[in-house]
């Protein structure tokens, strides 16, 4: 009994996958239009305690637009295709970026018109479209618009969340999710700017003795629950494996510790 979505690429043909493998390439296509998206995915996490399977049985790709176009027209109207199969982490990396670089999935177009024809909008998770495509205000404008538009329905909102949801769930996609926000122009800028900062520190909803009980109320009924209390305690593991997290944690610390040194000074000197 098949208990996977995916096919041997070209084919009709059950995908048989070898788990003594890391992962494999795949690529999912819209078969309403024939846009597709190209990504990869392991079979396994691995942490301190024991190794886990990943969702690859069900997985629809890490594209907020190709899981938002699934969410709306329905799984059957997608094919998923299994590539092939690589031994490491390096390799089915190198092979995602061959396959995405190989059929040009940034700038290939659907015949006939100007619209993308993948769903990816980087390559290797690091090389992004050209930030001209970005910057036409036609397409901001038309892009705009539509996002507007879907959020204005409530059962969109829903279904987006949903997604969003499903996304979270997943470690490897939070980490993604995480450093694209991280590596991103616009962060790096306003991380930069003390006044930006200071803004952040001064928005008036914090003061909003409502909004703070609301939000000390979602807080306390996430950590009761036994399954969000497990994924934090495995994140937080995760990060604390990683010497580079370990070095940004002790340096954050550190931070702290002067900070209420010098406070509590100050408060004796008055």
Not at 32 to 37: C, Q
Not at 81 to 94: D, F, G, Q, V, W
Not at 216 to 234: G, H, L, T, V, Y
Request: proline share 3%; with cysteine.
């Amino acid at each position: 009994m098949v208990d996977h979505h995916w096919l041997r690429v070209g084919s009709d043909k059950e995908f048989v996958p070898n788990l003594d493998k890391f992962g494999f390439v795949y690529i999912i296509t819209n078969l309403r239009n024939g846009k597709a998206y190209i990504g990869c995915k392991q079979y396994l996490f691995y942490t301190r305690l024991r190794e886990k399977e990943s969702d690859w049985r069900t997985y629809t790709g890490s594209s907020k637009l190709l899981n938002e176009d699934i969410e709306k027209t329905g799984k059957k109207h997608f094919k998923f295709e299994a590539i092939a199969e690589y031994k490491n982490k390096r390799s089915l990396r190198y092979y995602e970026l061959y396959y995405q670089m190989k059929y040009n999935v940034l700038a290939a177009t659907l015949e006939g018109s100007e619209e993308h024809a993948y769903y990816n909008s980087r390559v290797g998770g690091k090389f992004y479209r050209p930030v001209e495509s970005y910057q036409d205000p036609e397409w901001r404008k038309k892009q705009s618009e539509a996002n507007k538009k879907r959020f204005r329905d409530p059962e969109e909102r829903k279904k987006l969340s949903k997604a969003q949801k499903k996304r979270w769930e997943d470690p490897e996609e939070r980490k993604k999710m995480s450093e694209s926000m991280k590596n991103s122009e616009t962060f790096q800028k306003a991380m930069r700017d003390p006044e930006h900062r200071k803004k952040l520190g001064e928005r008036e909803h914090y003061k909003d003795p409502k909004w703070r009980k609301k939000q000390s109320e979602n807080a306390k009924k996430q950590f009761s629950d036994p399954e969000m209390i497990r994924r934090q305690s495995e994140s937080a593991k995760e990060r604390f494996r990683d010497p580079e997290e370990r070095k940004k944690m002790s340096e954050a610390q550190k931070k702290r510790r002067l900070k209420e040194k010098k406070e509590n000074a100050k408060a004796k000197e008055t």
